[in-house]
T-cell receptor
Framework: DGGITQSPKYLFRKEGQNVTLSCEQN?????MYWYRQDPGQGLRLIYY???????QKGDIAEGYSVSREKKESFPLTVTSAQKNPTAFYLC????????????FGSGTRLTVV | QQQVKQSPQSLIVQKGGISIINCAYE??????FPWYQQFPGKGPALLIA?????SEKKEGRFTISFNKSAKQFSLHIMDSQPGDSATYFC??????????FGSGTRLQVQP
């Protein structure tokens, strides 16, 4: 079955560490996105990529980095520069937003310990 | 300009009742308005979507009403069921960037 796989489901990070969240899709979608979800704040856009080897900053990109070397993969690195990284992170992909919308993964819950 | 405002933050409805969630936007370049449903611990899933050239779209018990002049759109859930209990997000898109989401509405349908 086609879909988006995010791993790990739960992740714990120590202060000062970088961590990388994985996002893989087998839907043959061109565009991929990373959102952060905090209670009462909805989904906020971190980074997005509309094609391989190209990506753009979203509304809250500071302290995060991404790469898009393969169509199927869009990993997100949460760096030590992100001051409040504890959140639920959602990856999504789309072929044509106007007709099909986004397909989301099941998310990664990151906690700083 | 990119903001989408959603209300209410939470909603409690009796089984069989109508649930209504409202969203408003400022950016007139938005031309696609989807609603997403999210269950705890899961990613959101597309529920229904509308373009501004129509005023209403219905799919089963779910209806989007769209008022272009007021820059508002709403989701109506008819005959609400306990299985509808979830968080609902409205969103908007210009087609040139990425979806902008509202803050979410937590719906609880009581049996």
């Amino acid at each position: 079955d086609g879909g988006i796989t995010q791993s790990p489901k739960y992740l714990f990070r120590k202060e000062g560490q970088n961590v990388t969240l994985s996002c893989e899709q087998n839907l043959n979608h061109d565009a991929m996105y990373w959102y952060r979800q905090d209670p009462g704040q909805g989904l906020r856009l971190i980074y997005y990529s509309q094609i391989v080897n190209d990506f753009q900053k979203g509304d809250i990109a500071e302290g995060y980095s991404v790469s898009r070397e393969k169509k199927e993969s869009f990993p997100l690195t949460v760096t030590s520069a992100q001051k409040n990284p504890t959140a639920f992170y959602l990856c999504a992909s789309s072929r044509d937003r106007a007709n099909y919308g986004y397909t989301f993964g099941s998310g990664t819950r990151l906690t700083v310990v | 300009q990119q903001q989408v405002k959603q209300s209410p933050q939470s909603l409690i409805v009796q089984k069989g009742g109508i649930s209504i969630i409202n969203c408003a936007y400022e950016n007139t370049a938005f031309d696609y308005f989807p609603w997403y449903q999210q269950f705890p611990g899961k990613g959101p899933a597309l529920l229904i979507a509308i373009r501004p050239d129509v005023s209403e779209k219905k799919e089963g018990r779910f209806t989007i009403s769209f008022n272009k002049s007021a820059k508002q759109f709403s989701l109506h859930i008819m005959d609400s069921q306990p299985g509808d209990s979830a968080t609902y997000f409205c969103a908007a898109d210009t087609g040139r960037r990425a979806l902008t989401f509202g803050s979410g509405t937590r719906l609880q349908v009581q049996p």
